[in-house]
């Protein structure tokens, strides 16, 4: 009888235990890296870093924020719209597009996941490294969450769920193109597919609008997303 082809490619398996463990896994290693970069003068330094970024936007003509802000501040249902898209739709439009893809066991899955947790891990050196104050905490800018939201981001429950000091690079805008790439590639909707490469863009739009992140922020995230999504697809 001839012998049976063994496959050195085993399908992947899908498991929730899996995926939440490194979902929670990931939360942990952000949660250290913004206690340790908290520790200390951190918040000194990040000041100092964004100041820096400004005066480096300003020598290259790409200090855009305050002009960009400047279209929206007088429309108040916008801004709102604004602040509930940076703060629950490019995260929920993630995980709801890796749950579908997990839910129908589409082999995709695995791969965009990955990079994902590689974008979201590449960012951690930086956010450690190099902190950096958002622009809505300098004195040019209009901090949309507090001033149109009533939200302070700086204190209470919310202020320990996420790091304070990592505008660079945007993490929104890193895992968009992650996001976009990954509905350009399997999404069943033709329109879907179409404007999966406006979400990047629409994502940047929303964090500079917001002074959430500045042009150099997003800039970086572009560049890690798409590294990431490289990385990945070479190593299989």
Known sequence: LPEMAVSHNPEPRFSWKREVALGLGFYAA???????????????????????????????GIDLEPRLQQLVVDRRNLVQALNLA???????????????????????????RRATLVAGLGAQPVFLLFPVAPPRTLDHLVDTIAEFGGVTLASGLIAK????????????????????????????SATVRGLAPAYPPLVAAVVLLTANHYVVDAAAGSILGRLALRAVRRLG
């Open 30 to 60: 952000y949660l250290l890296v913004r206690r340790a970069a908290l520790a200390g003068d951190g918040r000194e330094r990040a000041d100092r870093n964004a100041r820096r970024i400004v005066e480096l936007e300003r020598r290259l």
């Open 161 to 188: 769920l996420y790091h304070p000091l990592a505008a660079m690079p945007s993490i929104h805008v890193t895992i968009a193109e992650v996001t976009a790439r990954g509905l350009r590639e399997t999404s069943r």
């Open 86 to 112: 940076y703060g629950t739709l490019n995260v929920g439009l993630t995980v709801g597009w890796l749950i579908l893809l997990f839910r129908r066991r589409d082999p995709a899955f695995h791969r965009f």
